[in-house]
C-alpha cells in the first residue's frame, strides 16, 4: 500500500490529505499532520473522501446531442459550433461560466482562451455567488483582492469575531483549532454574529441574534462607539489611511446610541454594547466573515463597514488581527488570482488597471488576433444569464458548477438554458439536474485523478495530485480546453504537455512587468522544473525573490496596495434586503449549508454515512410561528415564493428566530421533488459586486397535504424511481449502500399507493397489518431475496435503517433471508437491536438514541460519551451536537423534578 500527499476537495480551509492507495484504488485517507492547514485534522467530510470515488456514476464518454462519440469528435464538434457563433453572432456572443472548485491550472487556460483569444470578456465563475462582495470590498478599500490574515491569526487573538459564519459546519478544521486555541488561552473570546443560533454558538462567549440585514447598521454603530469613546487610533489613521470624516460621517447619519442601534438590529442592548466594548478594547481582533455579509444586495458595504472598524482600530497587518473573509470553495482563491471573474482581467489585473491589457496582450502574444483583449469588464453571472435569455449570448460553456440549482430565480435560469443554442458543460458526475440543458458533455477528472494546485483562504497554495487512473475516457479540464484551443487554431499559445507547465505560466505573468504594484506575485515559483512543481510544499503567497519562503500576513508595514500605499475607510449608508415582506410572503428565508453535505450532493451523497445527519431537505422554523400555522414537528410542509416552491419536513428549532425560516442548499431535482432552495430567491444583486442576495428572500409556509406517507426502500428499481416522481407530492431519494431509501407523501394516499405498488418488481411476500394505527409494513421476495421493503405511516416511526442495508447487499449476493429474519424485517428492526435514531457522529456511526440513552445513564459529558460510545472522537464534527443534547437532557430531567410546574394553555 502507498500512502501520498494530496489536498481535500471540498471547503476553503484546504486540508491536507493522506491518502492510502492500494492496487489502484484509494482505500482510506486521513489528515496530513505536516500541512499547516490542519496540522492532521480533517472533518467528517474529508475523512469519507475515499468512500465518494469509483466509476459508477460517473461521466466516461463525451456526447453531443445525446449521442455518445469519441474525443476528436467531440472537440472538433466544439470548436466548430464555437467558430460557427462568433462568425455569426461575434465574439461577445460567446461566453463561460466557471468554477471555484477547478484547479488553478484549468482556471488558468480558460481564462486565457475566452479573454485572451476568443475575444470575449463574458468569462465569469460561481464564485460571484460567493465571495465577489469580499472581493470587491477588500480592492475598494486595500487597493487590492488580498486577504491580510492566516489562520494563526485565530490562534492569536483575543477576540475573534464570527460574523455570517456557521464555522462549526462549513469551516469544521478552523472551528476545531479555534476551540483548541480557546483551551489554550482562556482569554479568548469568541462572538458569533448571525439571525440563527448554529453549531457554531458552542464557542461563543457571546452571541448577538441579530436582524437579518442589519450588519452593516451594527458595524456603523461600532465605528461611531469607538469614536465617541476615544477608541480609534488616530496615529493609524493618520499615517496609514483616508475617508475617517466621511465614514463617520455617514455612521452618524443614523442615531449613534446603542438603543437606537439594538433597537435597528432587533438585539438586546447590553449584549451590544458588551461586543462594542470587547471590539474597542481589544487590538487582537480577527473578524472572520462569509456568506451571512456576501451574499447581499448590499455585500461590499457590509464587509467595508466591517474594514472600516479595522482600519479605525489599527486592528490590522498585526499578527491575531485583521479582517478576515473566508472563502468557501477549495479554489476560490486561485480563481481570483488568475482573474476569472468578468470584471478581472488576469493575474490581479482588472481592464481599467493601467497598462493591463496591452502588457497581458503583449505577455500572451495576442497583437497579431483581431479583435485582441476585450476593452471592459464582460457581464456578471445573474447579468450573463439574463443575456442568454435575451439571445445575446449563443453560446456557453460551463465547467464544474451547476448554475441550474445554484443562482437564483433557478427556473428562470433553466428557462435561459434551454433556450441558448449551444451548452457545452464539463462535469464528472453522469446525473446533475444541469446535464439535461447540454448540447455537448465533456466527462471532466475529478479529485483524486486531477493534478494541479488549489489556493485557501490563507492564501496557501497547495498541491493536488493525480493519485488514480481516471474512468472510461474522462478527460483533465485543462487538457480539453487546450485541445479545444488548438483546434480553432491558437495551438501554440496552448501546447501544455503538464500543469506544471501551466502553472509556471501563470506565475510568469504573476511577476510580468510587475514592480511591486500588484501583491499576488508569485514569480519566484516560476523557474519550477517538473520535480519541484510535483513535490510543491504548501506555501502562501506572495512568494517573491524577496520572500522565496512565502507571506503569512499582509499590510504589516502599515503600506495598502492602493496608489498613495493607504487604505480607504468608505462610507457606508446601510440598506436593508431588496425584497420586502407582505401579507403573501410574510416570513424572512435564509438559506445555507448543513454539515455533512457539499453543494449540489454530486459528491457527499455517494456516501452513505453523510446522507444520514440531515437525510431529507427540511425548514426550519421558531416553534411560536409554526404553532400560529397550526404546523408541528416533522410535518411536512410548502414554502412558497412568488417565484418558486420548496417542500420539505418542518424542525421546530429555537434557534431561529421569529418571522424567520431556513431552508438548506443542497436538495436537487435529483434527490427531491421541489426541494431547491434557488427556486426561491429572486435575483437581486449587489451593484458592485454583482452578488445575488441569497439570505434574504420573502416566504410564506404553508402544510404540504399528506393523507398518506411512506418509506419505500428498494434497490436500484427505475420502474418504481419513476413511478414515484411523476405520481408523489412529495418524495425524496436517500441513497443507503445498497439500496435507495424514499420518503414518500401522497395527498390523495389510496390512489398514490396503488400506483407505487402496482410498480414494485415483485409482489409482497411478507404483509403486517396494525389496524389500531392504521400502519403497515410489506416486503417483496424473490427466490428468498429481498427486493423491496415497504413501510407505510407517518415516518416519526422511522427507525434508523443501516440493518436493512445489511439486508441489500445480502440479497446483492444472491443470499436468502433466514425464516426467522423475515418476521423482524416487519418488526422494523433487527436482532433486537434497539433503534439508533438519527445519526449524530457521521464517524463512528452513533445514532440519537443511544447518546440520549448513555446520558440518561449518567454519561454527562463529551468525554464519558465519547468513551463510552466512541461518538465524537474522531473528527468531532458532532461535538456541538452532543453538547446541545446534554444539555437538553439535563434540562428535560431538571423538569421532571419539577412537579408543581403547570402548564398553561
Ligand atoms: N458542509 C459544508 N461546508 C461547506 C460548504 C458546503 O456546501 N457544505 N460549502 C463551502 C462554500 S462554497 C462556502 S461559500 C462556505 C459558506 O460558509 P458559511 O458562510 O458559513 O455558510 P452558510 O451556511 O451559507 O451561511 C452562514 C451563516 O450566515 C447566516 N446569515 C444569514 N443571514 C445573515 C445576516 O443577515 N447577517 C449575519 N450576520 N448572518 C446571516 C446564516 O444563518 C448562516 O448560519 O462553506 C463552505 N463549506
Ligand atoms: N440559495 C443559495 N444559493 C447559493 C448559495 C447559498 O448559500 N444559498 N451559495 C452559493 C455559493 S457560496 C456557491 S460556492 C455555489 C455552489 O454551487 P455549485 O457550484 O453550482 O455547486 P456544486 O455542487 O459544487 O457544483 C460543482 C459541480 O462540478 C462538478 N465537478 C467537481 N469537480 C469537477 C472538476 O474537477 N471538473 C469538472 N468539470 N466538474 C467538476 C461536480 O460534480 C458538481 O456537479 O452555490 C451558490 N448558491
Ligand atoms: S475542513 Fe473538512 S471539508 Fe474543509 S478542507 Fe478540511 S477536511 Fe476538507
Ligand atoms: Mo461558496
Known sequence: MDQARTTCPYCGVGCGVLADIDDGRMVGVEGD????????????????????????????????????????????????????????????????????????????????????FLGTPHLDTNSRLCMASAVAAYKRSLGADAVPCCYEDLEEAELVVLVGSNLAWNHPVLFQRLRVAKTRNPLLRVVVIDPRVTDTCELADLYLGLKPGSDARLFNGLLAWMAERGKLDRVYLERHTRGLDEALDAAREDET????????CDIDPERLETFFYWFASQLHVVTL????????????????AILNCHLGGGKIGLPGAGPFSITGQPNAMGGREVGGLANQLAAHMDYDSPGAIDRVTRFWRTEHLVPTLPEGPGHKAVALFEAIERGEIRALWIMATNPVVSLPDADRVRAALAKCP?????????????????????????????????????????????????????????WIISEVARRLGYGEAFAYAHPGEIFAE???????????????????????????????????????????RGTARLFEDGRFATADGRARLLPVRPRGPVQALDAAHPLRLN?????????????TARSPRLMNHRAEPFIEIAPEDARALGLGDQQLARVTSATGEYRGRLRLSRGQR???????????????ARALAGRLLAAHVDPLSGQPEAKHGAVAVTPLAAACEATLVVAGDLAVAGTVRESADYWTRIPLAHADRWQLAWDEGEAGLARLTESLPVPASLWCDDPATGRWRAAGLEDGR????????????????????????????????????????????????ADSGPLVCSCHQVGQAAIVAAIRAGDASVEALGARLACGTQCGSCIPELKSLIEEEGAHARSEQKPETVQVA
Open 786 to 833: 429481498l427486493r423491496w421493503w415497504l413501510m407505510v405511516g407517518p415516518p416519526a416511526e422511522l427507525p434508523g435503517l443501516a440493518w436493512l442495508d445489511v439486508r441489500f447487499a445480502e440479497a446483492a449476493e444472491g443470499r436468502s433471508l433466514a425464516s426467522e429474519r423475515r418476521r423482524r424485517l416487519l418488526a422494523g428492526c433487527d436482532d433486537g437491536a
Open 33 to 116: 499532520a505536516t500541512h499547516p492547514a490542519n496540522f492532521g485534522r480533517l472533518c467528517v467530510k474529508g475523512s469519507a473522501l475515499h468512500e465518494t470515488l469509483g466509476e459508477q456514476g460517473r461521466l466516461t464518454r463525451p456526447r453531443v446531442d445525446g449521442v455518445e462519440v469519441d474525443w476528436s469528435t467531440a472537440l472538433s464538434t466544439v470548436a466548430r459550433r464555437l467558430g460557427d457563433v462568433r462568425s455569426d453572432h461575434g465574439d461577445q456572443a460567446v461566453a463561460g461560466y466557471l468554477s471555484g472548485q477547478l484547479l488553478t491550472e484549468d482556471y488558468y487556460v480558460a481564462n486565457k482562451l475566452f479573454k485572451g
Open 289 to 304: 466573515y462569509s456568506q451571512g455579509i456576501n451574499q447581499s444586495s448590499s455585500g461590499t458595504d457590509k464587509c467595508q
Open 591 to 603: 438559506t445555507g449549508r448543513v454539515r455533512d453535505q457539499w453543494h449540489t450532493m454530486t459528491r
Open 422 to 478: 449551444l451548452v457545452i458543460v464539463s462535469e464528472c458526475m453522469a446525473d446533475t439536474d444541469l446535464l439535461p440543458y447540454a448540447d455537448i458533455v465533456l466527462p471532466a477528472t475529478s479529485w483524486s485523478e486531477k493534478d494541479g494546485t488549489v489556493t485557501n483562504s490563507e492564501r496557501r497554495i497547495s498541491r493536488q495530485r493525480g493519485l488514480l487512473p481516471p474512468p472510461g475516457e474522462a478527460r483533465h479540464d485543462w
Open 257 to 264: 446610541s446603542i438603543e437606537a442601534i439594538a433597537t435597528d
Open 506 to 548: 501563470h506565475a510568469r505573468l504573476s511577476g510580468f512587468e510587475n514592480a511591486g504594484e500588484r501583491v499576488f506575485d508569485i514569480s519566484a515559483l516560476a523557474a519550477l522544473d517538473r520535480q519541484g512543481y510535483d513535490a510543491l510544499a504548501p506555501i502562501q503567497w506572495p512568494v517573491t525573490a524577496a520572500a522565496p
Open 658 to 672: 421569529r418571522g424567520e425560516v431556513f431552508v438548506p442548499i443542497h436538495w436537487t431535482d435529483r434527490f427531491s
